[in-house]
């Protein structure tokens, strides 16, 4: 079981395979529909209830962070284990990629500064031009980056 699995894709989708069964638990209803429709296959179930059973391998993977009492679900989370089942678990340490990435957004309102400057230069009828629009434009037309830098 994958507790608290969300849309998959973060984690469960790179245990998914044709030999094991897979459950995802998660009690956010449209991120379980969606992997519903994406990830649909006889042998990949999904539910908003832990079933009354026991399991061989808990997966609980960046979710202990968001729980009020992360030990107690630990605590429940064993005894839905068989007699030598194990739980994979995972927090964030602060210093992955997407850790500082998400530091940096949320303590300096990146996205916020986006919209608005976003819509400021759409009122304007301005272009923003990056190295990424410079190089797609230089592929588009057929000329080869290497080609540039000699």
Known sequence: M???????????KYILNKKDFYLGFDIHKESLEYAKKKYKSKKVNFAEKI???????????????????????????????????????????GYGLTEI???????FFIYDFLKILYSFFKKKKLKII????????????FLHYQDLKR
């Open 51 to 93: 079933p009354n059973k026991k399991f061989d391998i808990i997966i609980i993977s960046e979710v202990l962070e968001h729980l009020d009492k992360p030990e107690e679900i630990l605590f429940q989370l064993k005894n839905k284990l068989k007699k030598d089942g194990l739980i994979l678990g995972s927090i964030p340490n």
């Open 2 to 12: 994958d507790f608290g699995c969300g849309n998959i894709e973060d984690c469960g």
């Open 101 to 107: 990435e998400k530091f940096i957004i949320h303590k």
């Open 130 to 141: 990056t190295y990424l629009s410079i190089m797609n434009q230089v592929i588009s037309n």
